[in-house]
Protein backbone atom coordinates (compact mmCIF):
# COMPACT_ATOMS: atom_id res chain seq x y z
CA UNK A 1 0.00 0.00 0.00
CA UNK A 2 1.22 3.72 -1.08
CA UNK A 3 0.60 6.74 1.10
CA UNK A 4 0.57 9.88 -1.26
CA UNK A 5 0.75 13.39 0.56
CA UNK A 6 0.43 16.41 -1.57
CA UNK A 7 1.84 19.91 -0.25
CA UNK A 8 2.69 23.18 -1.89
CA UNK A 9 -0.59 24.18 -3.00
CA UNK A 10 -2.31 28.09 -2.06
CA UNK A 11 -3.71 31.11 -3.42
CA UNK A 12 -1.49 33.10 -6.32
CA UNK A 13 -1.38 35.98 -9.02
CA UNK A 14 -2.10 35.38 -12.50
CA UNK A 15 1.63 34.91 -13.59
CA UNK A 16 3.25 33.71 -10.14
CA UNK A 17 5.02 30.45 -9.77
CA UNK A 18 4.18 27.35 -7.31
CA UNK A 19 5.96 24.19 -6.59
CA UNK A 20 4.25 21.23 -5.68
CA UNK A 21 5.27 18.38 -3.89
CA UNK A 22 3.87 14.61 -3.18
CA UNK A 23 6.51 12.44 -0.68
CA UNK A 24 5.45 8.60 -0.66
CA UNK A 25 6.14 5.96 1.54
CA UNK A 26 4.99 2.40 2.16
CA UNK A 27 6.11 0.68 -1.15
CA UNK A 28 9.19 0.90 -2.93
CA UNK A 29 9.05 4.41 -5.02
CA UNK A 30 11.14 2.79 -7.96
CA UNK A 31 8.68 0.47 -9.23
CA UNK A 32 5.72 3.28 -9.65
CA UNK A 33 5.67 5.80 -12.61
CA UNK A 34 3.73 9.28 -11.36
CA UNK A 35 1.17 11.56 -12.26
CA UNK A 36 -0.14 14.65 -11.16
CA UNK A 37 -4.17 15.08 -12.31
CA UNK A 38 -6.14 18.27 -11.48
CA UNK A 39 -9.97 18.22 -10.92
CA UNK A 40 -11.74 22.01 -11.07
CA UNK A 41 -14.73 22.16 -10.37
CA UNK A 42 -17.75 20.53 -11.64
CA UNK A 43 -15.17 18.82 -14.65
CA UNK A 44 -13.73 15.81 -14.59
CA UNK A 45 -10.35 14.61 -13.44
CA UNK A 46 -7.77 15.06 -16.02
CA UNK A 47 -3.81 13.95 -16.18
CA UNK A 48 -1.79 17.26 -15.87
CA UNK A 49 1.64 15.30 -16.46
CA UNK A 50 3.15 11.92 -15.98
CA UNK A 51 6.64 10.57 -15.50
CA UNK A 52 8.29 6.81 -15.16
CA UNK A 53 10.32 5.58 -12.48
CA UNK A 54 12.99 6.83 -13.94
CA UNK A 55 12.69 10.11 -14.60
CA UNK A 56 13.61 9.26 -18.04
CA UNK A 57 10.49 9.60 -19.76
CA UNK A 58 8.16 12.41 -18.96
CA UNK A 59 4.31 13.35 -20.54
CA UNK A 60 2.78 16.63 -20.45
CA UNK A 61 -0.96 17.80 -21.48
CA UNK A 62 -0.86 20.44 -24.19
CA UNK A 63 -1.91 23.19 -22.20
CA UNK A 64 1.15 22.75 -19.85
CA UNK A 65 3.56 21.62 -21.87
CA UNK A 66 5.72 25.50 -21.91
CA UNK A 67 4.73 25.68 -18.44
CA UNK A 68 5.08 22.82 -15.99
CA UNK A 69 7.98 20.22 -15.28
CA UNK A 70 7.74 17.03 -13.52
CA UNK A 71 10.64 16.16 -11.66
CA UNK A 72 10.88 12.92 -9.51
CA UNK A 73 13.81 11.72 -6.30
CA UNK A 74 13.80 8.50 -6.43
CA UNK A 75 15.92 8.98 -2.78
CA UNK A 76 13.85 11.50 -1.21
CA UNK A 77 10.67 9.01 -2.47
CA UNK A 78 9.22 12.90 -3.85
CA UNK A 79 8.28 13.79 -6.99
CA UNK A 80 7.90 17.81 -7.99
CA UNK A 81 5.62 19.76 -10.41
CA UNK A 82 7.15 22.84 -10.78
CA UNK A 83 4.30 25.29 -12.08
CA UNK A 84 5.14 28.56 -13.96
CA UNK A 85 3.48 31.50 -15.53
CA UNK A 86 0.06 30.29 -13.73
CA UNK A 87 -3.35 31.31 -15.19
CA UNK A 88 -7.06 31.25 -13.53
CA UNK A 89 -7.73 28.15 -15.60
CA UNK A 90 -5.15 26.54 -13.64
CA UNK A 91 -7.46 26.53 -10.79
CA UNK A 92 -8.14 23.51 -9.41
CA UNK A 93 -7.69 20.69 -6.96
CA UNK A 94 -4.08 18.76 -7.77
CA UNK A 95 -3.59 15.05 -6.81
CA UNK A 96 -0.51 12.81 -6.73
CA UNK A 97 -0.76 9.93 -8.38
CA UNK A 98 1.31 6.05 -8.52
CA UNK A 99 0.70 3.61 -10.66
CA UNK A 100 2.48 0.17 -11.08
CA UNK A 101 5.54 0.49 -13.54
CA UNK A 102 6.47 -2.89 -16.10
CA UNK A 103 8.11 -4.12 -19.03
CA UNK A 104 4.87 -3.20 -20.87
CA UNK A 105 4.16 0.28 -19.41
CA UNK A 106 6.71 3.27 -18.09
CA UNK A 107 4.46 5.68 -17.82
CA UNK A 108 0.53 6.52 -17.77
CA UNK A 109 -1.47 9.39 -19.21
CA UNK A 110 -5.31 8.27 -17.82
CA UNK A 111 -6.57 7.70 -14.39
CA UNK A 112 -7.24 3.84 -14.80
CA UNK A 113 -3.39 3.13 -15.28
CA UNK A 114 -2.64 4.44 -11.68
CA UNK A 115 -3.55 2.94 -8.22
CA UNK A 116 -2.93 4.72 -5.79
CA UNK A 117 -3.38 9.12 -4.96
CA UNK A 118 -3.31 11.28 -2.59
CA UNK A 119 -5.58 13.32 -1.22
CA UNK A 120 -4.76 16.43 -3.10
CA UNK A 121 -3.88 20.13 -2.80
CA UNK A 122 -5.85 23.44 -3.53
CA UNK A 123 -4.47 25.92 -6.00
CA UNK A 124 -6.61 29.00 -6.81
CA UNK A 125 -5.09 31.45 -9.59
CA UNK A 126 -6.54 34.68 -9.50
CA UNK A 127 -6.50 37.06 -12.23
Known amino acids: QVQLVESGGGLVQAGESLRLSCAASGGTFSRYFMGWFRQAPGKERDVVAAISWSGGETYYENSVKVRFTFSRDNDKNTVYLQMNSLKPEHTAVYYC????????????????????WGQGTQITVSS
Open 97 to 116: EAGSSSEYQCVGTMGVEYDY
